[in-house]
Protein backbone atom coordinates (compact mmCIF):
# COMPACT_ATOMS: atom_id res chain seq x y z
CA UNK A 1 0.00 0.00 0.00
CA UNK A 2 1.40 3.44 -0.82
CA UNK A 3 1.25 6.18 2.02
CA UNK A 4 -1.78 8.80 1.26
CA UNK A 5 -0.76 12.00 -0.24
CA UNK A 6 -2.78 15.00 1.53
CA UNK A 7 -4.94 16.68 -0.93
CA UNK A 8 -3.28 19.99 -0.23
CA UNK A 9 0.11 18.18 -0.86
CA UNK A 10 -0.87 17.14 -4.52
CA UNK A 11 -1.58 20.41 -5.27
CA UNK A 12 1.49 21.71 -4.19
CA UNK A 13 3.19 18.99 -6.80
CA UNK A 14 2.97 20.74 -10.18
CA UNK A 15 4.39 23.98 -8.58
CA UNK A 16 7.35 21.23 -7.43
CA UNK A 17 7.18 19.93 -11.20
CA UNK A 18 7.46 23.22 -13.02
CA UNK A 19 10.37 24.34 -10.78
CA UNK A 20 12.41 21.44 -11.12
CA UNK A 21 11.98 21.21 -15.27
CA UNK A 22 13.49 24.59 -15.29
CA UNK A 23 16.71 23.51 -13.41
CA UNK A 24 16.46 20.53 -15.67
CA UNK A 25 16.91 22.47 -18.65
CA UNK A 26 19.31 25.25 -16.99
CA UNK A 27 21.67 21.40 -16.50
CA UNK A 28 21.21 21.59 -12.68
CA UNK A 29 21.38 17.84 -11.45
CA UNK A 30 20.94 18.21 -7.76
CA UNK A 31 18.52 20.15 -5.83
CA UNK A 32 17.94 20.42 -1.54
CA UNK A 33 14.00 20.36 -0.07
CA UNK A 34 15.72 23.84 1.56
CA UNK A 35 16.47 25.46 -1.91
CA UNK A 36 13.20 24.50 -3.16
CA UNK A 37 11.49 25.94 -0.44
CA UNK A 38 13.15 29.18 -0.85
CA UNK A 39 12.94 29.64 -4.34
CA UNK A 40 9.21 29.14 -3.83
CA UNK A 41 8.62 31.12 -0.70
CA UNK A 42 6.98 27.56 1.31
CA UNK A 43 7.97 26.35 4.71
CA UNK A 44 10.98 24.08 4.18
CA UNK A 45 9.36 21.40 6.71
CA UNK A 46 6.48 21.16 4.24
CA UNK A 47 8.71 20.78 1.38
CA UNK A 48 10.46 17.91 3.14
CA UNK A 49 7.56 15.58 3.88
CA UNK A 50 5.98 16.88 0.25
CA UNK A 51 9.36 15.00 -1.34
CA UNK A 52 9.49 12.35 0.95
CA UNK A 53 5.66 11.40 0.35
CA UNK A 54 6.71 10.84 -3.90
CA UNK A 55 10.07 9.82 -3.79
CA UNK A 56 12.82 8.00 -1.73
CA UNK A 57 15.20 9.65 -3.23
CA UNK A 58 16.61 12.13 -0.75
CA UNK A 59 20.09 11.99 0.42
CA UNK A 60 21.36 13.96 3.61
CA UNK A 61 23.76 16.78 2.25
CA UNK A 62 23.15 16.28 -1.62
CA UNK A 63 19.35 16.47 -1.87
CA UNK A 64 17.61 14.99 -4.70
CA UNK A 65 18.99 13.85 -8.49
CA UNK A 66 16.17 16.17 -10.14
CA UNK A 67 15.86 14.29 -12.90
CA UNK A 68 14.50 11.20 -10.54
CA UNK A 69 12.78 13.89 -8.71
CA UNK A 70 10.69 14.65 -11.79
CA UNK A 71 9.94 10.92 -12.70
CA UNK A 72 9.03 9.77 -9.25
CA UNK A 73 6.35 12.90 -9.02
CA UNK A 74 5.41 12.53 -12.93
CA UNK A 75 4.44 9.39 -11.33
CA UNK A 76 2.43 10.04 -8.32
CA UNK A 77 0.38 12.22 -9.93
CA UNK A 78 -0.31 9.95 -12.81
CA UNK A 79 0.95 12.25 -15.56
CA UNK A 80 2.35 8.65 -17.42
CA UNK A 81 -0.70 7.05 -17.64
CA UNK A 82 -2.61 9.45 -19.59
CA UNK A 83 -6.84 9.62 -18.32
CA UNK A 84 -9.46 10.46 -20.59
CA UNK A 85 -12.13 12.74 -20.47
CA UNK A 86 -15.82 13.76 -21.83
CA UNK A 87 -16.35 17.59 -21.08
CA UNK A 88 -20.37 18.28 -21.42
CA UNK A 89 -21.15 21.85 -22.48
CA UNK A 90 -19.88 22.86 -25.91
CA UNK A 91 -20.29 26.73 -25.03
CA UNK A 92 -17.82 28.83 -25.45
CA UNK A 93 -15.90 28.34 -22.75
CA UNK A 94 -16.57 24.23 -23.68
CA UNK A 95 -14.66 24.73 -26.87
CA UNK A 96 -12.27 26.55 -25.74
CA UNK A 97 -10.99 23.90 -23.44
CA UNK A 98 -11.92 21.61 -26.20
CA UNK A 99 -9.16 23.81 -28.52
CA UNK A 100 -6.38 23.79 -25.72
CA UNK A 101 -4.18 21.03 -25.96
CA UNK A 102 -2.05 21.96 -23.26
CA UNK A 103 -3.56 19.91 -20.66
CA UNK A 104 -2.17 16.41 -22.15
CA UNK A 105 0.97 17.39 -20.20
CA UNK A 106 -0.90 16.60 -17.43
CA UNK A 107 -2.42 13.49 -18.57
CA UNK A 108 -5.34 14.86 -19.46
CA UNK A 109 -6.94 14.05 -23.08
CA UNK A 110 -10.25 15.02 -23.89
CA UNK A 111 -11.88 12.82 -26.20
CA UNK A 112 -15.13 13.70 -26.80
CA UNK A 113 -17.87 16.81 -26.20
CA UNK A 114 -21.34 17.01 -25.47
CA UNK A 115 -24.23 18.82 -25.55
CA UNK A 116 -27.76 19.28 -25.40
CA UNK A 117 -28.86 21.60 -28.48
CA UNK A 118 -28.09 19.30 -31.40
CA UNK A 119 -27.35 22.81 -33.56
CA UNK A 120 -23.68 22.30 -32.08
CA UNK A 121 -23.06 18.57 -32.56
CA UNK A 122 -20.63 17.61 -35.17
CA UNK A 123 -17.03 17.89 -36.00
CA UNK A 124 -15.46 20.91 -33.80
CA UNK A 125 -12.41 22.68 -35.06
CA UNK A 126 -10.00 21.38 -32.37
CA UNK A 127 -10.81 17.86 -34.32
CA UNK A 128 -12.87 16.46 -30.93
CA UNK A 129 -16.22 15.69 -32.35
CA UNK A 130 -19.25 17.20 -30.31
CA UNK A 131 -22.00 14.77 -29.55
CA UNK A 132 -25.69 14.60 -28.69
CA UNK A 133 -25.59 14.30 -24.69
CA UNK A 134 -28.06 10.95 -24.96
CA UNK A 135 -25.05 9.20 -26.32
CA UNK A 136 -22.80 10.21 -23.22
CA UNK A 137 -23.33 7.54 -21.08
CA UNK A 138 -22.69 4.67 -24.25
CA UNK A 139 -19.24 6.53 -24.59
CA UNK A 140 -18.13 7.05 -21.16
CA UNK A 141 -18.86 2.62 -20.91
CA UNK A 142 -17.25 1.73 -24.02
CA UNK A 143 -14.29 3.86 -23.80
CA UNK A 144 -14.24 3.59 -19.41
CA UNK A 145 -13.77 7.40 -19.32
CA UNK A 146 -13.98 8.43 -15.82
CA UNK A 147 -13.01 11.82 -15.75
CA UNK A 148 -15.98 14.91 -16.61
CA UNK A 149 -15.56 18.01 -16.98
CA UNK A 150 -18.97 20.32 -16.49
CA UNK A 151 -19.04 23.80 -19.18
CA UNK A 152 -22.68 24.29 -18.91
CA UNK A 153 -24.41 27.15 -17.25
CA UNK A 154 -25.02 26.75 -13.54
CA UNK A 155 -28.59 25.65 -14.02
CA UNK A 156 -27.34 22.46 -15.69
CA UNK A 157 -24.92 21.54 -13.41
CA UNK A 158 -26.33 18.90 -11.13
CA UNK A 159 -28.06 17.42 -13.40
CA UNK A 160 -25.10 16.85 -15.47
CA UNK A 161 -22.60 16.03 -13.28
CA UNK A 162 -26.22 13.33 -11.55
CA UNK A 163 -26.04 12.37 -15.49
CA UNK A 164 -21.65 11.77 -15.52
CA UNK A 165 -21.62 9.53 -11.97
CA UNK A 166 -24.66 7.64 -13.34
CA UNK A 167 -22.45 7.15 -16.45
CA UNK A 168 -19.11 5.89 -14.47
CA UNK A 169 -17.34 9.22 -13.51
CA UNK A 170 -15.66 9.19 -10.68
CA UNK A 171 -13.79 12.54 -10.62
CA UNK A 172 -15.71 15.98 -12.09
CA UNK A 173 -14.05 18.94 -12.77
CA UNK A 174 -16.56 21.72 -12.72
CA UNK A 175 -16.33 24.76 -14.05
CA UNK A 176 -20.07 26.24 -13.57
CA UNK A 177 -20.62 28.69 -10.43
CA UNK A 178 -22.85 26.11 -8.91
CA UNK A 179 -22.37 24.27 -5.57
CA UNK A 180 -22.61 20.24 -6.97
CA UNK A 181 -23.16 17.30 -4.92
CA UNK A 182 -22.79 13.59 -5.25
CA UNK A 183 -21.77 10.77 -3.22
CA UNK A 184 -18.97 9.46 -1.23
CA UNK A 185 -16.04 8.21 -3.67
CA UNK A 186 -16.65 11.20 -6.10
CA UNK A 187 -14.24 13.75 -6.47
CA UNK A 188 -15.28 17.14 -7.37
CA UNK A 189 -13.07 20.18 -7.88
CA UNK A 190 -14.61 23.08 -8.59
CA UNK A 191 -12.36 25.76 -10.64
CA UNK A 192 -14.68 28.64 -9.91
CA UNK A 193 -13.32 31.16 -12.85
CA UNK A 194 -16.43 33.83 -11.85
CA UNK A 195 -15.70 33.65 -8.25
CA UNK A 196 -11.57 34.79 -9.05
CA UNK A 197 -12.80 37.35 -10.93
CA UNK A 198 -15.54 38.78 -8.46
CA UNK A 199 -13.18 38.81 -5.94
CA UNK A 200 -10.38 40.80 -8.58
CA UNK A 201 -13.30 42.95 -9.48
CA UNK A 202 -14.02 44.31 -6.31
CA UNK A 203 -10.48 44.63 -4.79
CA UNK A 204 -10.02 46.78 -8.25
CA UNK A 205 -12.77 48.71 -7.51
CA UNK A 206 -11.78 49.57 -3.72
CA UNK A 207 -8.39 50.02 -5.19
CA UNK A 208 -9.56 52.41 -8.19
CA UNK A 209 -11.15 54.79 -5.90
CA UNK A 210 -8.11 55.82 -4.23
CA UNK A 211 -5.61 56.00 -7.77
CA UNK B 1 -17.82 54.68 3.19
CA UNK B 2 -19.75 51.26 1.99
CA UNK B 3 -19.45 48.20 4.46
CA UNK B 4 -16.80 45.60 3.37
CA UNK B 5 -17.26 42.75 1.84
CA UNK B 6 -15.35 39.45 2.96
CA UNK B 7 -13.58 37.43 0.22
CA UNK B 8 -15.63 34.16 0.93
CA UNK B 9 -18.56 36.27 0.39
CA UNK B 10 -17.29 37.67 -2.68
CA UNK B 11 -16.55 34.39 -4.32
CA UNK B 12 -20.50 32.85 -3.05
CA UNK B 13 -22.00 36.00 -5.27
CA UNK B 14 -21.42 34.44 -8.90
CA UNK B 15 -23.13 31.39 -7.23
CA UNK B 16 -26.25 33.24 -5.92
CA UNK B 17 -26.14 35.55 -9.36
CA UNK B 18 -26.47 32.09 -11.18
CA UNK B 19 -28.92 31.09 -9.15
CA UNK B 20 -30.97 34.07 -9.17
CA UNK B 21 -30.55 34.20 -13.07
CA UNK B 22 -32.23 31.32 -13.32
CA UNK B 23 -35.26 32.34 -10.62
CA UNK B 24 -35.97 35.66 -13.13
CA UNK B 25 -36.09 34.03 -16.29
CA UNK B 26 -38.53 30.89 -14.70
CA UNK B 27 -40.74 34.03 -13.66
CA UNK B 28 -39.81 34.25 -9.92
CA UNK B 29 -40.45 37.37 -8.43
CA UNK B 30 -39.31 36.59 -4.34
CA UNK B 31 -36.96 35.00 -3.15
CA UNK B 32 -36.14 34.25 0.61
CA UNK B 33 -32.25 33.42 1.78
CA UNK B 34 -34.01 30.10 3.12
CA UNK B 35 -34.93 28.44 -0.04
CA UNK B 36 -31.63 30.04 -1.82
CA UNK B 37 -29.70 28.30 1.33
CA UNK B 38 -31.56 25.03 0.47
CA UNK B 39 -30.94 25.32 -3.11
CA UNK B 40 -27.68 25.72 -2.91
CA UNK B 41 -26.72 23.53 0.18
CA UNK B 42 -25.42 26.43 2.34
CA UNK B 43 -25.86 27.64 5.61
CA UNK B 44 -28.96 29.72 5.95
CA UNK B 45 -27.69 32.07 8.33
CA UNK B 46 -24.20 32.79 6.21
CA UNK B 47 -26.64 33.81 2.93
CA UNK B 48 -28.44 36.09 5.37
CA UNK B 49 -25.61 37.79 5.79
CA UNK B 50 -24.31 37.45 2.80
CA UNK B 51 -27.30 39.03 0.82
CA UNK B 52 -27.70 41.95 3.81
CA UNK B 53 -23.77 43.04 2.71
CA UNK B 54 -24.68 43.96 -0.44
CA UNK B 55 -28.77 44.64 -0.43
CA UNK B 56 -30.92 46.49 1.83
CA UNK B 57 -34.30 45.18 -0.11
CA UNK B 58 -34.66 42.10 2.12
CA UNK B 59 -38.01 42.50 4.09
CA UNK B 60 -39.14 40.00 6.74
CA UNK B 61 -41.36 37.20 5.55
CA UNK B 62 -41.14 38.19 1.80
CA UNK B 63 -37.67 38.11 1.43
CA UNK B 64 -36.12 39.90 -1.54
CA UNK B 65 -37.57 41.27 -4.94
CA UNK B 66 -35.34 38.71 -7.38
CA UNK B 67 -34.88 41.23 -10.16
CA UNK B 68 -33.56 43.94 -7.78
CA UNK B 69 -31.34 41.20 -5.49
CA UNK B 70 -29.43 40.57 -8.94
CA UNK B 71 -28.84 44.45 -9.62
CA UNK B 72 -27.39 44.85 -6.21
CA UNK B 73 -24.99 42.08 -6.57
CA UNK B 74 -23.88 43.21 -9.98
CA UNK B 75 -23.66 46.55 -8.39
CA UNK B 76 -21.39 45.07 -5.39
CA UNK B 77 -19.13 42.91 -8.00
CA UNK B 78 -19.00 45.84 -10.58
CA UNK B 79 -20.24 44.07 -13.31
CA UNK B 80 -21.72 47.18 -14.34
CA UNK B 81 -18.35 48.59 -15.31
CA UNK B 82 -16.47 46.58 -17.66
CA UNK B 83 -12.80 46.39 -16.33
CA UNK B 84 -10.26 46.03 -18.97
CA UNK B 85 -7.33 43.48 -18.70
CA UNK B 86 -4.17 42.95 -20.59
CA UNK B 87 -2.85 38.97 -20.97
CA UNK B 88 0.13 38.16 -20.94
CA UNK B 89 2.16 35.05 -22.60
CA UNK B 90 0.35 33.74 -25.85
CA UNK B 91 0.87 30.29 -25.92
CA UNK B 92 -1.88 28.02 -25.87
CA UNK B 93 -3.72 28.57 -22.59
CA UNK B 94 -3.37 32.31 -23.38
CA UNK B 95 -4.92 32.44 -26.90
CA UNK B 96 -7.82 29.82 -25.80
CA UNK B 97 -8.61 33.22 -22.73
CA UNK B 98 -8.06 35.76 -25.59
CA UNK B 99 -10.81 33.99 -27.37
CA UNK B 100 -13.07 33.44 -24.98
CA UNK B 101 -15.48 36.45 -24.64
CA UNK B 102 -17.58 35.10 -21.93
CA UNK B 103 -15.71 36.73 -19.47
CA UNK B 104 -17.06 39.95 -20.39
CA UNK B 105 -20.29 38.86 -18.44
CA UNK B 106 -18.42 38.63 -15.39
CA UNK B 107 -17.16 42.90 -16.07
CA UNK B 108 -13.53 41.88 -18.03
CA UNK B 109 -12.75 43.01 -21.36
CA UNK B 110 -9.09 41.75 -22.33
CA UNK B 111 -7.85 44.50 -25.00
CA UNK B 112 -4.72 42.80 -25.70
CA UNK B 113 -1.97 39.83 -25.03
CA UNK B 114 1.69 40.68 -25.06
CA UNK B 115 4.64 37.78 -25.91
CA UNK B 116 8.29 38.00 -25.36
CA UNK B 117 8.23 36.14 -29.05
CA UNK B 118 8.31 38.05 -31.88
CA UNK B 119 6.96 35.44 -34.01
CA UNK B 120 3.67 34.71 -32.26
CA UNK B 121 2.93 38.56 -32.54
CA UNK B 122 0.38 39.93 -34.58
CA UNK B 123 -3.67 40.00 -35.26
CA UNK B 124 -4.84 37.03 -33.23
CA UNK B 125 -7.44 34.90 -35.01
CA UNK B 126 -9.68 36.57 -31.80
CA UNK B 127 -9.02 39.90 -33.23
CA UNK B 128 -7.39 41.28 -30.14
CA UNK B 129 -3.82 42.50 -30.56
CA UNK B 130 -0.61 40.29 -29.79
CA UNK B 131 1.90 42.66 -28.84
CA UNK B 132 5.41 42.66 -28.03
CA UNK B 133 6.01 42.38 -24.13
CA UNK B 134 8.31 45.24 -24.55
CA UNK B 135 4.74 47.66 -24.75
CA UNK B 136 3.50 46.39 -22.06
CA UNK B 137 3.71 49.75 -19.85
CA UNK B 138 3.23 52.04 -22.26
CA UNK B 139 -0.50 50.52 -23.11
CA UNK B 140 -1.38 49.95 -19.57
CA UNK B 141 -0.45 53.21 -18.52
CA UNK B 142 -2.24 54.98 -21.64
CA UNK B 143 -5.19 52.71 -21.09
CA UNK B 144 -5.26 53.00 -17.35
CA UNK B 145 -5.90 48.97 -17.33
CA UNK B 146 -5.11 47.75 -13.52
CA UNK B 147 -5.90 43.70 -14.52
CA UNK B 148 -3.27 41.29 -15.60
CA UNK B 149 -3.60 38.13 -16.68
CA UNK B 150 -0.43 35.83 -16.32
CA UNK B 151 -0.44 32.81 -18.67
CA UNK B 152 3.46 32.42 -19.04
CA UNK B 153 5.38 29.40 -17.86
CA UNK B 154 5.61 29.41 -14.84
CA UNK B 155 9.60 29.74 -14.55
CA UNK B 156 9.07 33.55 -16.36
CA UNK B 157 5.87 34.03 -13.78
CA UNK B 158 7.20 36.39 -11.43
CA UNK B 159 9.17 38.62 -13.74
CA UNK B 160 5.99 39.09 -15.34
CA UNK B 161 3.71 39.72 -12.60
CA UNK B 162 7.02 42.37 -11.45
CA UNK B 163 6.34 44.20 -14.77
CA UNK B 164 2.63 44.12 -14.85
CA UNK B 165 3.09 45.99 -11.01
CA UNK B 166 5.12 48.53 -12.24
CA UNK B 167 2.73 49.27 -15.12
CA UNK B 168 -0.19 49.88 -13.23
CA UNK B 169 -1.37 47.00 -12.48
CA UNK B 170 -2.92 46.15 -9.53
CA UNK B 171 -5.21 43.21 -9.55
CA UNK B 172 -3.05 39.66 -10.86
CA UNK B 173 -4.90 36.60 -12.27
CA UNK B 174 -2.48 34.12 -12.24
CA UNK B 175 -3.11 30.67 -14.38
CA UNK B 176 1.19 29.74 -13.83
CA UNK B 177 1.57 27.05 -11.73
CA UNK B 178 3.67 29.53 -9.83
CA UNK B 179 3.26 30.69 -6.36
CA UNK B 180 3.84 35.13 -6.93
CA UNK B 181 4.77 37.54 -4.50
CA UNK B 182 4.25 41.25 -4.53
CA UNK B 183 3.50 43.93 -2.23
CA UNK B 184 0.36 44.77 -0.34
CA UNK B 185 -2.06 46.32 -2.09
CA UNK B 186 -1.80 44.24 -4.82
CA UNK B 187 -4.00 41.08 -5.19
CA UNK B 188 -3.06 38.12 -6.41
CA UNK B 189 -5.72 35.42 -7.55
CA UNK B 190 -4.35 32.12 -8.32
CA UNK B 191 -6.11 30.00 -10.73
CA UNK B 192 -4.14 26.36 -10.73
CA UNK B 193 -5.77 24.04 -13.05
CA UNK B 194 -2.49 22.22 -12.96
CA UNK B 195 -3.07 21.49 -8.96
CA UNK B 196 -6.68 20.81 -9.93
CA UNK B 197 -5.34 18.29 -12.29
CA UNK B 198 -3.25 16.73 -10.13
CA UNK B 199 -6.07 16.11 -7.23
CA UNK B 200 -8.21 14.74 -9.85
CA UNK B 201 -6.01 12.78 -12.05
CA UNK B 202 -5.00 11.33 -7.92
CA UNK B 203 -8.57 10.02 -6.95
CA UNK B 204 -8.81 8.28 -10.10
CA UNK B 205 -5.88 6.64 -9.90
CA UNK B 206 -7.21 5.60 -6.38
CA UNK B 207 -10.25 4.41 -7.55
CA UNK B 208 -9.61 2.65 -10.63
CA UNK B 209 -7.19 -0.05 -9.01
CA UNK B 210 -11.04 -0.89 -7.28
CA UNK B 211 -12.70 -0.44 -10.02
Known amino acids: MEPTISIQALQRMPTYLSLLKGKRESGTVYVSAGSISAELGLVEIQVRKDLAAVSDGGRPK ?22 DAVLVGAGKLGKALLAYDGFRE ?16 GADGS ?34 CDMLVDSGVVAVWNFAPAHLR ?17 VLSNHLSEKISKI
Chains 1, 2 share one sequence.
Not at 127 to 156: D, N
Not at 189 to 194: D, F, I, L, P, T
Open 182 to 198: ANDGILIKSENMAASLA
Open 62 to 83: VGYVVADLILDIEKALGYNNIN
Open 106 to 121: YGLNIVAAFDADPSVC
Open 127 to 160: GKPILPVEKLKKLCQRLKVHIGIITVPASAAQAV
